[in-house]
């Protein structure tokens, strides 16, 4: 509006906008703050005119620079409020389980470190899910360090293999896992039964390290298993 009708008053802009004369000032104030209307005085009174357009492109320069300058810390503050709040993911169902399985596949280090119960597992997902899952596995050069029990086994599959990517260990008859668990990239997946059938992610840096600690206590006193290859 200035810029079309030059230098006026408070009223003669509210005339022309038709706006209410305080609502006029207020936006006046405003602009005034943000340097692209300017004033002089004429009696008792203001008279506003318009900077010119290239004051705009100055402001908006100078306010990308404040914005480069505070973004760093900004981004810091947003991690560190995120990075204490553990990320809990439910999947309900075998395409639940499914999504947990495919999510391991995204390991960043290429190290995955499982407690894995097979008879489960052939049961839910099922063996062709699990042959093929172990498959792509292999191919995306993923190392499995597991333990499992011996009296949950329900064929000859899935040995200790450096073809296959796989260390296996043997945990004590008294241990027998009825649910799966997974440990990579600050997460733990876990893989429930064909009674409890549900899949969940819990991404928590602390979690994640508190569990891989108790998987290698027990990577520790478990028995290697003989290696085919």
């Known amino acids: 509006m200035l810029l079309q009708s030059g230098a006026s008053s408070v009223q003669e802009i509210a005339v022309k906008a038709n706006l209410p004369r305080t609502t006029v000032h207020e936006i006046l104030q405003h602009l005034l703050i943000l340097g692209v209307v300017n004033y002089s005085t004429r009696g008792r009174g203001r008279i506003y005119s318009a900077e010119s357009p290239d004051k705009l492109k100055y402001l908006l320069k100078d306010k990308e620079k404040q914005l480069e300058t505070v973004l760093p810390e900004m981004f810091s503050m947003f991690n560190n409020v995120s990075g204490v709040k553990p990320r809990i993911k439910f999947y309900e169902g075998v395409a639940g389980i499914k999504t947990v399985f495919e999510d391991t596949l995204t390991v960043s280090n290429k190290l995955l470190c499982g407690i894995l119960s097979m008879a489960d597992l052939y049961k839910i997902p099922g063996k062709e899910f699990m042959t093929d899952y172990t498959s792509r596995r292999i191919a995306a050069g993923i190392k499995l360090k597991v333990v499992r029990s011996e009296l949950n086994e329900v064929e000859e599959a899935w040995p200790y293999s450096t073809k296959e990517n796989r260390e296996l260990h ?33 991404e928590s840096a602390d979690f994640y390290r508190n569990q891989l600690v108790f998987f290698n206590i027990l990577w520790e006193v478990t028995r290697v298993a003989k290696k085919r290859d």
């Open 170 to 202: 043997y945990a004590a008859q008294s241990m027998i896992f009825p649910m799966t668990m997974y440990f990579y990239d600050n997460k733990v997946g876990l893989i429930g039964t064909e009674k409890e059938n549900f899949g969940m992610i819990i």
